[in-house]
């Protein structure tokens, strides 16, 4: 366990499988915000204000065999302010959250001499909300961007000073940029923004080879965006060199050329 200024928060690490399954997940909350509100509702009970945060991260690391092994992580985490005002029973709040939740899954592996691949599957939600509350009316808005999509590389160690890389990227995200509702005793209806989501994907290989003190690496990388009704494409050719001086002096450059859909 810990103790900061701003929070609290602690480790649990351990095996749950000798050798073959372990488990680390930490957590953290913070704790001024519990005195300080509490505080001034003691000091003042028609108005108050306060500010919290939290996040957990996990991590599971799977050994299938000597060559394999599976690591599913995640992590949470909120933000959240707040001011209130009561008079006479009568309270008003306002809330001002955000935060995201992500999960991936990774499958590290090796296939036989020099070759080895790494393949990830995620997924990320972010969202921001406001709330307003009051005795006769309450309003929301929120927004939220999801991500998701599945990562794989290759690598291949050819020669002593030959190495080689190949991939694939797949992926989709949502947004969805507006959804008020307001309710109360005049008032009840919602208006949302519609839903967007755009398509990726990607394919790319690279060659590195070392002459004695100088590395050059060539890659060529291809990407494909489908967004709305719309379809764009581009062919990402890269170079990039590095010339070791002597132990203390390294020169590095490269060239590339790159577009944004």
């Known amino acids: 366990?810990?103790?900061?200024?701003?929070?609290?928060?602690?480790?649990?690490?351990?095996?749950?499988?000798?050798?073959?399954?372990?488990?680390?997940?930490?957590?953290?909350?913070?704790?001024?915000?519990?005195?300080?509100?509490?505080?001034?509702?003691?000091?003042?009970?028609?108005?108050?204000f306060g500010a919290r945060f939290y996040d957990i991260n996990s991590k599971l690391?799977?050994?299938?065999?000597?060559?394999?092994?599976?690591f599913l992580s995640f992590y949470s985490g909120s933000d959240?302010?707040?001011?209130?005002?009561?008079?006479e029973g009568a309270k008003t709040q306002y809330d001002l959250g955000w935060g995201n939740q992500i999960g991936s899954l990774r499958w590290n592996s090796i296939w036989g001499n020099g070759i080895f691949s790494q393949t990830t599957a995620y997924?990320?939600?972010?969202?921001?909300?406001e709330k307003m509350t009051s005795p006769d009316r309450e309003t929301k808005q929120r927004s939220n961007f999801v991500d998701g999509g599945v990562t794989s590389q290759f690598s291949f160690i050819l020669t002593q000073n030959q190495t080689m890389k190949a991939g694939f990227e797949m992926g989709n995200k949502w947004f969805k940029p507006y959804s008020y509702t307001e309710s109360g005793s005049l008032?009840?209806?919602?208006?949302?923004?519609?839903?967007?989501?755009?398509?990726?994907?990607?394919?790319?290989?690279?060659?590195?080879?070392?002459?004695?003190?100088?590395?050059?690496?060539?890659?060529?990388?291809?990407?494909y965006t489908q967004a709305a009704e719309d379809d764009f494409s581009s062919l990402q050719p890269r170079l990039s060199a590095k010339y070791r001086v002597d132990s203390k002096l390294t020169l590095k450059g490269g060239v590339m050329q790159s577009s944004q859909a």
Do not use: C, M
Request: charged content about 20%; aromatic content about 10%; proline content about 2%.
């Open 1 to 48: 366990a810990a103790l900061s200024t701003i929070a609290i928060g602690g480790t649990i690490e351990g095996p749950i499988v000798k050798d073959k399954l372990s488990l680390i997940v930490s957590a953290r909350r913070s704790w001024p915000d519990l005195i300080i509100t509490n505080g001034l509702k003691l000091v003042d009970g028609e108005w108050g």
């Open 61 to 70: 690391n799977y050994q299938i065999n000597d060559k394999q092994r599976l």
């Open 80 to 87: 959240k302010e707040f001011i209130f005002s009561q008079t």
């Open 123 to 129: 997924v990320s939600s972010y969202f921001d909300n």
């Open 187 to 223: 008032l009840n209806y919602t208006v949302e923004a519609n839903q967007q989501s755009q398509i990726s994907g990607a394919l790319f290989v690279e060659h590195e080879t070392t002459f004695n003190k100088l590395t050059l690496n060539i890659g060529l990388r291809y990407d």
